[in-house]
C-alpha cells in the first residue's frame, strides 16, 4: 500500500507556481478573499490562503464586510472587484452568515475571476470539457493528486461517493472527460443508492465525499482499488487537547491494507484545495494577461 502524501504534492505545486510566478515581469497575481462575518473556521481558512498566498508571491487583498452587510452590498462590493483590472480572482469565504444568499453572491462574481469555481458558468464548462473555465478547488486537487502520483483513469471504474456540487459532480464529471489522466467509466452513489457496498466493491477507483466519519470499512472495498477520501470529520477524542481528531469518511485502518494507495486524513486531499485555488488565481492572471496584451 502507497500513501498519497498531500502535504508533499502540495509543496511542489507551491514551488511550481512560484516559479511560474517569479518569472513573468510586471503585477504580480492578485486575489480578492471576502470574509463577512467572524466565523472562526472561516477566519483560519482565510488565513490559511493569505499565508499560501504570500509564499508564490500572490498579492492577496482581504476585505472584511460586517456580518450585517446588506445582499445588495455584498453584490455591489463584488461587482467593484469584477470591475477592477488589478484583482484577477474572487473568493468569497463559504459560509456567508444568514440571511445572506450564498448562490446569488457565487453567482455575481464574474466568471474569469470565479477562482473558487462555484459560478454556473464554471460548472457548466466542465460538462462541455472547456477547459477555459475555473473546476472547484477539492475535485481539481483530486484529479491533481491521482495525476501526480501516477494513476491513470483511463478505462478504470471510478466510484465517486456523494453527489454534491462542491466535490462529488464536478469529480466524477472530471474523471469522466474524454481526455489523458481521464476517460474513466464513473458510478455515482448517494443518500438513495441501494446496497452501497456491491457498487463500491467494483470500484478501481473509490473517491468517498459524503461527510459521514470512517463510513466506508475493508468489507467495501475491492483489493487493489486506489481510495481517495476527501472526508473531513471532527470525532471525539479526549486524549487530544483540542479534545477531537479529524478523520475522514474511510475508515483507514480496515480500507489501507486492501489499497494499492490512499490518501490519508488529514494530509491527503486537505492541503490541495488551497494550492488549487493558487492556481487558479495564477491561471486567471494569465488568462487576463493574454486577453489585454
Ligand atoms: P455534502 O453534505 O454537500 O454532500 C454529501 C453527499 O454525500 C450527498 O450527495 C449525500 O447524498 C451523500 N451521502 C450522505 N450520506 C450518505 C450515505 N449514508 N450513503 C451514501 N451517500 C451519502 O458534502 P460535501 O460534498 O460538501 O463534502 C463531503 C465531505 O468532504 C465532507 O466530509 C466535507 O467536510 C469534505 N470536504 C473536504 C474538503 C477538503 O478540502 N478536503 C473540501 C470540501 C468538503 P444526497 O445527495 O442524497 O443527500
Same mark, same amino acid.
Given at each position: 500500500?502507497?500513501?498519497?502524501?498531500?502535504?508533499?504534492?502540495?509543496?511542489?505545486?507551491?514551488?511550481?507556481?512560484?516559479?511560474?510566478?517569479?518569472? @513573468?515581469?510586471? !503585477?504580480?497575481?492578485?486575489?480578492?478573499?471576502?470574509?463577512?462575518?467572524?466565523?472562526?473556521?472561516?477566519?483560519?481558512?482565510?488565513?490559511?490562503?493569505?499565508? &499560501?498566498?504570500? =509564499?508564490?508571491?500572490?498579492?492577496?487583498?482581504?476585505?472584511? %464586510?460586517?456580518?450585517? @452587510?446588506?445582499?445588495?452590498?455584498? =453584490?455591489?462590493?463584488?461587482?467593484?472587484?469584477?470591475? *477592477?483590472?488589478? #484583482?484577477?480572482?474572487?473568493?468569497?469565504?463559504?459560509?456567508?452568515?444568514?440571511?445572506?444568499?450564498?448562490?446569488?453572491?457565487?453567482?455575481?462574481?464574474?466568471?474569469?475571476?470565479?477562482?473558487?469555481?462555484?459560478?454556473?458558468?464554471? @460548472?457548466?464548462?466542465?460538462?462541455?470539457? *472547456?477547459?477555459?473555465?475555473?473546476?472547484?478547488?477539492?475535485?481539481?486537487?483530486?484529479?491533481?493528486?491521482?495525476?501526480?502520483?501516477?494513476?491513470?483513469?483511463?478505462?478504470?471504474?471510478?466510484?465517486?461517493?456523494?453527489?454534491?456540487?462542491?466535490?462529488?459532480?464536478?469529480?466524477?464529471?472530471?474523471?469522466?472527460?474524454?481526455?489523458?489522466?481521464?476517460?474513466?467509466?464513473? /458510478?455515482?452513489?448517494?443518500?438513495? &443508492? !441501494?446496497?452501497? %457496498?456491491?457498487? &463500491? !466493491?467494483?470500484? *478501481?477507483?473509490?473517491?468517498?465525499?459524503?461527510?459521514?466519519?470512517?463510513?466506508?470499512?475493508?468489507?467495501? @472495498?475491492?483489493?487493489?482499488?486506489? #481510495?481517495?477520501? #476527501?472526508?473531513?470529520?471532527?470525532?471525539?477524542?479526549?486524549?487530544?487537547?483540542?479534545?477531537?481528531?479529524?478523520?475522514?469518511?474511510?475508515?483507514?485502518?480496515?480500507?489501507?491494507?486492501?489499497?494499492?494507495?490512499? /490518501?490519508?486524513?488529514?494530509?491527503?486531499?486537505?492541503?490541495m484545495t488551497v494550492c488549487m485555488l493558487m492556481k487558479n488565481t495564477v491561471k486567471a492572471w /494569465?488568462?487576463?494577461?493574454?486577453? /489585454?496584451?
Amino acid at each position: 500500500m502507497e500513501l498519497i502524501d498531500g502535504n508533499q504534492i502540495a509543496a511542489t505545486l507551491v514551488a511550481e507556481l512560484k516559479a511560474q510566478v517569479a518569472a @513573468i515581469p510586471g !503585477r504580480r497575481p492578485c486575489l480578492a478573499l471576502v470574509r463577512v462575518g467572524e466565523d472562526a473556521a472561516s477566519v483560519s481558512y482565510v488565513k490559511k490562503k493569505e499565508k &499560501t498566498a504570500a =509564499e508564490i508571491g500572490i498579492e492577496s487583498r482581504i476585505i472584511l %464586510p460586517p456580518v450585517t @452587510i446588506p445582499q445588495a452590498e455584498l =453584490e455591489k462590493l463584488i461587482d467593484d472587484l469584477n470591475a *477592477d483590472p488589478a #484583482v484577477d480572482g474572487i473568493l468569497v469565504q463559504s459560509p456567508l452568515p444568514k440571511p445572506l444568499n450564498e448562490q446569488a453572491v457565487f453567482s455575481r462574481i464574474a466568471p474569469q475571476k470565479d477562482v473558487d469555481g462555484f459560478h454556473t458558468v464554471n @460548472i457548466g464548462k466542465i460538462a462541455q470539457e *472547456d477547459s477555459t473555465g475555473f473546476v472547484a478547488c477539492t475535485p481539481a486537487g483530486i484529479m491533481e493528486l491521482l495525476a501526480r502520483s501516477g494513476t491513470d483513469l483511463a478505462g478504470k471504474h471510478v466510484v465517486v461517493l456523494g453527489r454534491s456540487l462542491i466535490v462529488g459532480k464536478p469529480v466524477g464529471l472530471l474523471a469522466l472527460q474524454k481526455k489523458a489522466g481521464a476517460n474513466a467509466t464513473v /458510478t455515482f452513489c448517494h443518500s438513495g &443508492t !441501494r446496497d452501497l %457496498p456491491s457498487i &463500491t !466493491r467494483l470500484a *478501481d477507483v473509490l473517491i468517498a465525499a459524503i461527510g459521514r466519519a470512517e463510513f466506508v470499512t475493508g468489507d467495501m @472495498i475491492k483489493p487493489d482499488a486506489v #481510495v481517495i477520501d #476527501v472526508g473531513i470529520n471532527r470525532v471525539s477524542d479526549p486524549s487530544k487537547k483540542s479534545g477531537y481528531k479529524l478523520v475522514g469518511d474511510v475508515h483507514f485502518d480496515s480500507v489501507a491494507p486492501l489499497a494499492t494507495k490512499i /490518501t490519508p486524513v488529514p494530509g491527503g486531499v486537505g492541503p490541495m484545495t488551497v494550492c488549487m485555488l493558487m492556481k487558479n488565481t495564477v491561471k486567471a492572471w /494569465t488568462l487576463g494577461r493574454s486577453s /489585454t496584451a
